[in-house]
Nanobody, 120 residues
């Protein structure tokens, strides 16, 4: 069994910054890609950013240049530094990770979500 635990959400004014953290725990053999998704009220969950175990990153156009994803492989943790926040960034942010619990078995893990609210 594996779990993802998120922290760092909250309320911030437009133009402000927040840093989200997500730590994986449990029976972990290896973690491949980790990422952050967000879901605004009434909308589908969308990709924000992903990072591979080797550090290659990918960003949605909506966050490119403002958000930075990083990870600490020794701590099984992924971070999302969010700068220049806009009211339209308001959403529940979910952590995701491809976690191998053995050399052959991969588990698509999701965190419980953390609320980010940006006031205008």
């Amino acid at each position: 069994q594996v779990q993802l635990g998120e922290s760092g959400g909250g309320l911030v004014q437009a133009g402000g910054s927040l840093r989200l953290s997500c730590a994986a725990s449990g029976n972990i053999f290896r973690i491949n890609t980790m990422g952050w998704y967000h879901q605004a009220p009434g909308k589908q969950r969308e990709l924000g950013a992903t990072i591979t175990s080797g550090g290659s990153t990918n960003y949605a156009d909506s966050v490119k240049g403002r958000f930075t994803i990083s990870r600490d492989n020794a701590k099984n943790t992924v971070y999302l530094q969010m700068n220049s926040l806009k009211p339209e960034d308001t959403a529940v942010y979910y952590c995701n990770a491809d976690i191998f619990t053995s050399p052959l078995y991969k588990y698509d893990a999701w965190g419980q979500g953390t609320q980010v609210t940006v006031s205008s």
